[in-house]
């Protein structure tokens, strides 16, 4: 999979020098990351926003992005 532009996700951003550089949820010190990494590993998005800065519509945004962009790839048969 080649590298998301985050930079056309409205619900990011990256800052140099806030958490060093990494993309991060708007108004927040939360990486986007962690997000995936808590989904992954079981939690719900309930239980993520219960537990992290986050709203639900936001991680929301961000699953959309990242599905919009996956149909962007492009497929070889």
């Known amino acids: 999979m080649a590298n998301l532009d985050w930079s056309q996700c409205d619900a990011v951003e990256s800052i140099p020098g806030k958490v060093s550089g990494a993309w ?10 962690t997000v995936f990494i808590n989904l992954e590993a079981g939690m719900s998005v309930k239980e993520i926003t219960e537990v992290f800065d986050v709203k639900a519509e936001e991680i929301e945004a961000v699953v959309r992005f990242v599905a919009a962009s996956l149909e962007k790839e492009p497929t070889f048969a």
């Open 24 to 33: 991060v949820f708007k108004g927040t010190r939360m990486p986007v990351q």
